[in-house]
């Protein structure tokens, strides 16, 4: 078992940056790929990064690259998600997850999930 709990999120103005950190325990956290998804109001849930357990490669939906910057820490048991250039419709609950199993960052190949965070990008 992993658990996980996200941090950082709050308010912010368009434009602005925001870290979100998620801390890991349980498990040996550098064996899990890890993502994070995002679910706006009347939404479904989406993928926004991921990263492999390895660290040596990353995967952005198209609305968040050259934005959002997924990074972990394996000595820390944390991931965190630089959010910069922030836009409203970045407004969303945001989750992070964690899988050992190989994936296509598909909210179902993900075991493990946190609670959420809400960041919310004012115009």
């Known amino acids: 078992q992993v658990q996980l709990v996200e941090s950082g999120g709050g308010l912010v103005q368009a434009g602005g940056s925001l870290r979100l950190s998620c801390a890991a325990s349980g498990r040996t956290f550098s064996n899990y790929n890890v993502g994070w998804f995002r679910q706006a109001p009347g939404k479904e849930r989406e993928f926004v990064t991921g990263m492999w357990w390895s660290g040596g490669s990353t995967y952005a939906s198209d609305s968040v690259k050259g934005r959002f910057t997924i990074s972990r820490d394996n000595a820390k048991n944390t991931v965190y998600l630089q959010m910069s250039s922030l836009k409203p419709e970045d407004t969303a609950v945001y989750y992070c997850?964690?899988?050992?199993?190989?994936?296509?960052?598909?909210?179902?190949?993900?075991?493990?999930w946190g609670q959420g965070t809400q960041v919310t990008v004012s115009s």
């Open positions: 997850a964690a899988t050992r199993r190989s994936t296509s960052w598909k909210l179902g190949d993900f075991d493990y």
